[in-house]
């Protein structure tokens, strides 16, 4: 009993997390069809530059640790790294992917690539985050909240799965209640149909980059608050997670803000399940074997629309 | 995110200054590769016309109305739209100077609702940012109340009003066409191009909408320029009509005048001895 309510949570916890950075890549993949492989490299980004602010200001504040950190410490850092990694996702797209607007779809995913390991490299400069793995420092004082059987929820976990839930209730309605949303949708349905209605598409796929990468950066935050330490920006780790993420959005139905969600939640929970009842060891194989399944079964994802080829 | 948006001038200001036309091509021309889509087409419009262009396929009639949307930039010549030279600008911007379109074979956003769509087409018309709609701010609130009102509308006045939150897709054909020419009018244009809006309709769909072209151009004040295979439909609602075969201007002029000429017998007919041979 304790085994599978502690199962449940950790599946949650960790498919929050999915979810949040899931929504990436299906969104810029429903308006651009393109796989930014870049994406988990802004994770890592906003994971990072939530370790460097969280450090600076901590010592700055005069006292390392959970008791010298003020309440809305962690909050401050959530929007700073939110800011900054929009902003940077904002660049990349202007410099990267807008001058291959026209040309064939394999150029631009080239061109991910590209980014994603640029990124990685500037990532370790010394100047920059270096080689080595570095602890966050305790930016919220943690407390168990409740404890069922031998299981606790602590204010972390809490705390973890609100701020992904609200950010993904936030974009939902986004996406499906405002003016900005709208003309998302008419892009991703159809780029030149959109601009003759006088829907500015550029604007309307810069907007998506950096809403993408906010939420990346959200995603980089929980993560370090999560694990404390963070691996160095080219870990294979973050390569893992920003697939598995991938995986969450093809599962869900690529290009389906909603299905991005529910895949992410899906993962988390099969992986920690798996895990638990059969082996830890094959943690990652489970993931990709519900990919294999879903691609087989159903491959327009769960969510996602079958898409019948006319003869 | 400032792009650098070609000049934002409302046209339909600028329009009222400028003698009589309302759009005014000269010389414009369009090659792809070895083919001359269209060669030095000129027309003039004005306020509140109702003019036909017709030829047989591929005669480069679509490829005008991309011209003139933007979607192709001419080789050569010139386009006003209410004063405004808007050759070299982006669709988008050109949409906000008074151009909208229908499409030959529908282009709606399938998986918006049919409220959505026509929203969409009002975009461009409302005053609120993008960012203060996030913020949900009152004036946006407010101008995103009043462009649902217009939407519907819209949607009343082509009888569609009952099915608003519909996905686009489920509609039936005839009506998919109908939301077409809502979603562009919700543009506000001065500027209503029609591309084959009969086709696929059984005669009774197109006197109804030869009726609806009338009153679209009455109730809106819009000008409007019609490509349509229907010669019943062309010769009887449009005043002039331009004839376009291989991508140059064949005939111009009234119903009448047009189908007495017999370069526009040729066209559509064959030459006199290719028939006899």
Known sequence: ?????????????????????????????????????????????????????????????????????????GGAVLVTAMVACGLIGFTI??????????SPRLNVLI????????????????????????????????????????????LLDLIGFGTAVALMIGLDYLVFHTKLGRAMRAVSHNRVTASLMGIPVDRVISFTFVTGAMLAAAGGFLWALKYETIKQPADSSWVLLGLKAFVAAVVGGIGNVRGAML??????????????????????????????????????????KAVVEKV | MGNALAPEVDGREAGRNVSGAVLDISGVCKSFGGLKAVQSFSLRLGPGDL???????????????????????????????????????????????????????????????????????????VRHSMFSAILRSAGSRASEAAMRRRAMSLLTFFGLADRADE????LPYGDQRKLEIARALATEPTVLLLDEPAAGMNSGEKVALRDMIRRVRDEFKVTVLLIEHDMGLVMDICERITVLDYGETIAAGTPAE????????????????GVHA
């Open chain 1, 1 to 73: 009993m304790d085994q599978l309510l502690q199962t449940i949570k950790d599946g949650i916890s960790m498919g929050s997390l999915y979810a949040l950075i899931a929504l990436g890549y299906t969104m810029v993949y429903g308006i651009l069809k393109f796989i930014n492989f870049a994406h988990s490299d802004v994770v890592v980004l906003g994971a990072w530059l939530s370790l460097v602010m969280a450090d600076t200001t901590t010592r700055a504040l005069g006292g390392a640790g959970a008791a010298g950190a003020p309440w809305w410490l």
């Open chain 1, 93 to 102: 797209e202007r410099l990267a992917y807008k001058p291959l607007r026209g």
């Open chain 1, 111 to 154: 061109t991910a690539i590209g980014v994603s390991l640029f990124l990685q490299n500037t990532g370790q400069l010394r100047a920059v985050f270096g080689t080595n793995p570095r602890s966050i420092p305790p930016l919220i004082h943690d407390a168990t909240l409740l404890t069922v059987g031998q299981v606790n929820f602590k």
């Open chain 1, 263 to 304: 895949g992410g939640m899906a993962i988390g929970l099969l992986e920690n399940f798996g895990s638990a009842y059969l082996s830890s060891s094959m943690k990652d194989v489970y993931v990709f074997a519900l990919l294999i399944v879903v691609l087989l079964v159903r491959p327009g994802g769960i969510l996602g």
């Open chain 2, 51 to 125: 003019q036909g262009l017709i030829g047989p396929n591929g005669a480069g009639k679509t490829t005008c109305f991309n011209l003139l949307t933007g979607v192709y930039r001419p080789d050569a010549g010139s386009i006003t739209l209410c004063g405004t030279q808007i050759v070299g600008m982006r669709p988008n911007s050109i949409a906000r100077c008074g151009m909208s379109r229908t499409f030959q074979n529908i282009r709606l956003f399938g998986d918006l609702s049919v409220l959505d769509n026509v929203r969409v087409g009002g975009h461009l018309r």
């Open chain 2, 167 to 170: 996905v686009a897709r489920n």
């Open chain 2, 258 to 273: 047009v189908q007495a000429n017999p370069k526009v017998i040729e066209a559509y007919l064959g030459a006199e001895e």
